[in-house]
């Protein structure tokens, strides 16, 4: 690769795990939207569903969206709002709320959207939902989702969805955002066969960018180009929602992956999780500067509430979790008054901590709601599916890392019995802790804003496609500080003169930070992944240290 190429051995390195061909260096390196997005005409209904919003739009007819509350819906909710905004037209959103009505269309909201509406899209949702569907009596609905699809499809006039039974599986890794920016393609394209320019789809790409990063969507294939070149957009501060979220989360560098998915993400989700269900939704999509600062600064606020209520249910959780055993297929735990908001995230965290399956459940009034998160390899949405279908789940679906879950209090045991039953026969109760998976072994004086500045040529970096981790070996260790409760900043160098700042977050959660922090003169095998940490105008390299070993 470096000799064909003459790329840097770290990038080069980079390159080759993941098995790209030196002749195909410069396109990975340089992906363009226009190779890498398929043809709309590929998923089922698109053509169907494209006519008939155009349809709708022409005749100014009553337009409702319906979309799921967290950030990929939110998201697939303002692609469409924005998009009609600039054909002259307005559509009602709703989303449902999230204890009140729970995921996804019900029976007494389709029907009343359906009263007054003639036209439903529902995004992010929908593909499961046979009855409220049926429901939408006198309105056309149309699904734009990328859930695990069920055998039978609803009674929507189009399904659009690369998750379904009957679809190939290829755009599988797609998030719903990119489902409805593919319809939005189509109706473009439908437009210009009638002489008509339909709006610009590029300057939307900042909200497909965040919606695939937030929904830890596989940065693969047209994933890599849509999230490159709606970070691009981002940086242009056109969308007054995304510039005031930016501000309150006090970014003050050129947008990243982990800016959308740390930063940007869990605001936008806060008023889903714990607030008005509608808030991220609407934040994406006004136009007005006042009210985006107005809604970005609530989100704000319920974002650091919510960190509040999580940590709460996280220390419970996990103290549950370790009293029934972590080292089976499943690690679960229930809780009574668990706000439902918050058992997704830390689901997540239980994962993290254990490399396994988890499921994280609220109960109240004898029904409990949960949240489950897998692991690679593992198709946690499709065993849920079958516990839904088997009858201990009330219901149950989502996709192989995510899905949701309603089932009641005195089915909690067996229904969870027969989960870790499922999830062990594909594999889950056999893996060990996670390797750390080395991408090369640097020399602090190496590890420079040049080279990093490089291997951002291979990224974005996320899901599937993380970011290159480099080990630094035998390397002492200066000025350990705690920040915070639970991180840890120092600086580390090799004795021969450079020195680089480290920060490791969470650090103190575990036996990383007390063992940094000690003083004495031990040397330590550090590894993480460099990156540029710009304060007070200033960009220095810095580590963010993942793991370390005594030398």
């Known amino acids: 690769m470096v000799q064909e ?36 005409h590929g998923l089922k209904d698109m053509e169907r569903a494209a006519a008939r919003f155009l349809t709708a739009v022409k005749a100014r007819e009553k337009l409702a969206i319906f979309a799921d509350y967290d950030v990929d819906g939110g998201a697939s909710a303002a692609l469409l709002m924005t998009w009609l905004r600039a054909m002259g037209r307005e559509a009602t959103l709703y989303i449902p ?22 036209l439903i899209l529902c995004v992010d949702c929908g593909t499961l939902s046979h009855d409220p569907i049926a429901a939408a009596k006198g309105a056309d609905v149309v699904v734009l989702d990328h859930h695990l699809g069920g055998e039978t499809l609803p009674p929507a006039l ?29 109706a473009n394209r439908q437009l210009r066969g009638e002489g008509v320019q339909g709006p610009d789809l590029m300057a939307m790409l900042d909200l497909v960018a965040l919606a695939t990063v937030a929904d830890v969507a596989p940065l693969i294939g047209v994933n890599r180009a849509l999230v490159r070149q709606g970070l691009r957009v981002m940086a242009r501060r056109e969308r007054p929602g995304m510039v005031a979220l930016s501000d309150v989360a006090r970014m003050d560098q050129a947008p990243s992956t982990y800016h959308l998915g740390f930063l940007l993400g ?38 650091t509430e919510r960190r509040d209520i999580e940590n709460r249910v996280r220390e419970e959780a996990l103290a549950q979790a370790e009293a029934r055993g972590l080292d089976g297929p499943l690690v679960w735990a229930a809780g009574a008054g668990w706000h439902p908001g918050v058992v997704g995230i830390v ?49 149950g679906g989502g996709h192989k890392m995510a899905a949701g879950l309603t089932l009641t209090e005195a089915l909690l045991e067996p229904a969870m ?101 000690q003083p004495g003169a031990a040397r330590f095998h550090l590894a993480g992944r460099l990156e540029i940490n710009s304060w007070g105008g200033r960009n220095k390299v810095q580590l963010r240290l993942e793991d370390a070993a005594k030398a």
């Not at 999230?98 to 509406?117: F, K, Q, T, W």
């Not at 889903?272 to 606020?301: F, K, N, S, Y």
């Not at 409990?368 to 079958?386: I, N």
């Open 5 to 40: 190429t003459h790329l840097p051995m770290p990038l080069a390195r980079v390159l080759v795990a993941r098995g790209v061909a030196p002749q195909d260096a410069a396109r990975f390196l340089g992906p363009q939207l226009r190779d890498l997005l398929p043809d709309p």
């Open 97 to 118: 709320d999230r204890i009140d009505e729970g995921y996804g269309p019900n029976v007494p909201a389709m029907a009343e959207l359906a009263r007054d509406h003639s």
């Open 158 to 186: 189009a399904v659009v969805n690369p998750n379904r039974q009957d679809e190939d599986g290829a755009l599988g890794h797609l998030c719903a955002a990119s489902v409805v920016f593919l319809m939005l393609v189509e």
């Open 266 to 303: 869990p605001r936008v989700n806060a008023g889903g999780r714990i607030g008005a269900a509608d808030l991220g939704a609407r934040l994406l999509a006004t136009a007005d500067p006042h009210e985006a600062q107005a809604l970005a600064e609530r989100l704000d606020r319920l974002n």
């Open 347 to 395: 689901a997540a965290r239980l994962k993290e901590a254990t490399n396994r399956p988890a499921v994280v459940i609220g109960l109240e009034g004898g029904i409990g709601k949960g949240s489950a998160r897998s692991v690679a390899g593992v198709d946690l949405g499709a065993a849920v599916q079958r516990v839904a279908a088997e009858g201990l789940f009330l219901k």
């Open 417 to 517: 019995a027969r989960l870790a039953e499922l999830l062990a026969r594909q594999g889950a109760g056999t893996v060990g802790p996670r390797d750390l998976r080395l991408d090369g072994l640097l020399m602090p004086a190496a590890a420079t804003a040049g080279l990093i500045d490089e291997i951002e040529k291979a990224g974005p970096f996320g899901q599937s496609a993380p970011a290159p981790r480099f080990a630094f070996a035998a390397m002492a260790v200066f000025a350990p500080r705690r920040m915070g409760e639970q991180h840890l900043r120092f600086s580390f160098g090799d004795g021969l003169g450079a020195r680089i700042d480290a920060v490791a977050f969470g650090a103190f959660d575990g036996p990383l930070g007390p063992m940094l922090a």
